[in-house]
T-cell receptor, first 114, second 114 residues
Framework: GQQLNQSPQSMFIQEGEDVSMNCTSS?????WLWYKQDPGEGPVLLIA?????ELTSNGRLTAQFGITRKDSFLNISASIPSDVGIYFC??????????????FGDGTTLTVKP | DAGVTQSPTHLIKTRGQQVTLRCSPK?????VSWYQQALGQGPQFIFQ???????QRGNFPDRFSGHQFPNYSSELNVNALLLGDSALYLC?????????????FGEGSRLTVL
């Protein structure tokens, strides 16, 4: 089945630093999505990408849909303490788009030191 | 605007028992998906319901079944519980169409099987 490799697994950074994480797949995806999950809560959608090469921003967050359609990147600029959490990438394959099925990576855990 | 609500938030069962988890979608959403999230992993797709029918299913055995009601709310049933079924069960709602992959998650139901 489809698998997503998300890296790095964890990051420890200083407040104010920029963060970069990525996700790769052996399969082509039509949609890439990035979510953030805080302890005790469900994932919250940050950014959705629908077109190869697309670059989309949401405040200090920027994500890109890779040209090959097999990868995606998320950057966070000028990190702040509330950025702490687990970031998940998710993809939807060609047959999954209408059904809404998403394949998730195993997450990048971000720790921000004040 | 009510978000996705799930109940119960926590429950403990023993092996062989059956469990029913409930979900009310975000106001205006017509589609409900269920995901299983094991500790330290990303959510895994179980199945999705739209128009009271199961539209797509992940790699889960028939012990996992569901239902969607006319008001779009949904139930997840798991029979003959195994220790390995211990996980956070997430309900996500969405709308059919271009943004079908944009999932809005509830806080989850944490199931412990002893």
């Amino acid at each position: 089945g489809q698998q997503l490799n998300q890296s790095p697994q964890s990051m420890f950074i200083q407040e104010g630093e920029d963060v970069s994480m990525n996700c790769t797949s052996s399969s082509i995806f039509n949609t890439w999505l990035w979510y953030k999950q805080d302890p005790g809560e469900g994932p919250v959608l940050l950014i959705a990408l629908y077109k190869a090469g697309e670059l989309t921003s949401n405040g200090r967050l920027t994500a890109q849909f890779g040209i090959t359609r097999k990868d995606s990147f998320l950057n966070i600029s000028a990190s702040i303490p509330s950025d702490v959490g687990i970031y998940f990438c998710a993809g939807q394959g060609v047959r999954d788009t209408n059904a809404g099925k998403s394949t998730f990576g195993d997450g990048t855990t971000l720790t921000v030191k004040p | 605007d009510a978000g996705v609500t799930q109940s119960p938030t926590h429950l403990i069962k023993t092996r062989g028992q059956q469990v029913t988890l409930r979900c009310s979608p975000k106001s205006g959403h017509d589609t409900v998906s269920w995901y299983q999230q094991a500790l330290g992993q990303g959510p895994q797709f179980i199945f999705q319901y739209y128009e009271e029918e199961e539209r797509q299913r992940g790699n889960f055995p028939d012990r996992f079944s569901g239902h969607q009601f006319p008001n779009y709310s949904s139930e997840l049933n798991v029979n003959a519980l195994l220790l390995g079924d211990s996980a956070l069960y997430l309900c996500a709602s969405s709308l059919q169409g271009v943004s079908a992959g944009e999932l809005f998650f509830g806080e989850g139901s944490r199931l412990t099987v002893l």
